[in-house]
């Protein structure tokens, strides 16, 4: 028995009992040619809830089969067999709808004065030079049914779009600008995170799916195109080291199980839920782990947030105010906590029972 047929026993169950509103079958076209180090496809292979094995093996109800068509992922041979479905698509002839994912950054083609390319994909048949990450974007963005740009240099352009970069790197919103629609009318859908935590831009993509199913709205985003529900709250109120912060608490090492934030911690300013979730099944994470949140999902990533190692500026005076109401708070709550660590005294073996216990209600 091969997981072949398991699987394909179990799409058509799926397949019977539910009633599709929407498209059947759509393709994930993911680009990963962006300025990019293709960490958040590696990324994505460590999600489970669900796994992208389950979704392209079909065994999530009510969603369309998807074809997805990934270089790291690929079972094709390679070459011009892996490009076909983008050349397709292209020249509109995919015969299904497309979700186009871009990985890294879009570099800025115009500043390259001359002949050349910062990166490409494939070659243009006739001519036999590469084809630009730009000119697929410019090909396939406006046939997409959605577009999704996967980690911060996608979104926003992230490392590769940091000061003094020659690439002029941009994200996808840059490019393509921000009130793009795909042609289900949908935003770009920003999935950021260096890289990507696995399971948010699993959830991502599963709600894009069920949208296309005709099963769910639009996904909900907020001003920077970023799932609402993912990227809604700061590390710090997901950071379980808070209350170390809330106790004027602060670790002055890399060792110290405490609150980070004089150690280079950005968690109270930054969007995103890694501490919250964890990174695989709820292990590990940023600063809950004792490392510190660079801010890696935001916008601003990197240039604002670094020198990385250093007590960021607001911290100084928030961890300052904080100080002596955390000192009191600590050692109050260290009485109590030195009471409540006690048992009650008629806890006994005593032949006399002394817990109070009165049985007023007998006669
Ligand atoms: S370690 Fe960072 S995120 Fe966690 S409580 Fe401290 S400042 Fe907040
Ligand atoms: S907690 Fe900070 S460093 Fe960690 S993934 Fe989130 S934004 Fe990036």
């Known amino acids: 028995m091969t997981t072949e047929s398991h699987t394909t026993a179990a799409r058509e169950r799926i397949g019977r009992s539910e009633e599709h509103k929407g498209i059947d079958e759509i393709t994930i076209l993911w680009i990963s040619e962006g300025m990019s180090c293709d960490g958040d496809t590696v990324s994505l292979t460590a999600a489970m809830q669900p796994s992208i094995e389950d ?70 048949l006739e001519t036999g030079q590469p084809l630009t990450l730009n000119w697929w974007i410019d090909q396939l963005a406006p046939k997409a049914w959605a577009t999704v740009a996967a980690g911060t240099c996608a979104t926003y352009g992230g490392i590769h779009g940091m000061a003094g970069n020659p690439t002029g790197s941009m994200g996808l919103g840059d490019y393509l600008g921000w009130d793009y629609r795909s042609t289900a009318g949908l935003p770009i859908v920003n999935v950021p995170g260096c890289p990507i935590q696995p399971e948010n831009f699993m959830e991502t993509l599963i709600w894009v799916l069920q949208h296309a199913a005709g099963d769910a709205p639009p996904p909900p985003l907020d001003h920077m195109l970023r799932p609402q529900w993912l990227f809604g709250k700061t590390v710090h109120e997901g950071c379980d080291r808070g209350s170390y912060y809330e106790q004027g608490d602060f670790g002055l090492d890399y060792n110290s199980p405490k609150c980070l934030v004089k150690t280079g911690c950005w968690g109270p300013v930054v969007n995103c839920n890694v501490p919250k979730r964890g990174w695989m099944a709820g292990i590990g994470g940023c600063p809950n782990v004792g490392g510190i949140c660079i801010g890696c999902t935001m916008p601003g990533f990197p240039d604002a947030f670094m ?55 007998r006669p």
């Open 307 to 361: 020198p990385f190692m250093d007590e960021p500026p607001g911290g100084t005076l928030s961890s300052l105010v904080i100080k002596p109401y955390g000192a009191v708070v600590r050692r109050l709550r260290g009485v109590t906590n030195e009471m409540v660590n006690h048992e009650p005294k008629w806890r006994h073996k005593k032949s006399k029972l002394t817990s109070g216990y009165d049985p007023y209600w």
């Open 55 to 124: 979704v392209v093996l079909g065994l999530i109800p009510g969603l369309p089969k998807v074809n997805l068509v990934n270089k790291v992922l690929s079972p094709s041979l390679g070459g011009e067999d892996f490009l076909a479905p983008y050349r397709a698509a292209a020249r509109g002839e995919l015969d299904t709808p497309f979700i186009l994912v871009i990985e890294g950054s879009v570099p800025n083609q115009d500043i390259i004065e001359g002949d050349g390319y910062w990166t490409s994909f494939g070659n243009d």
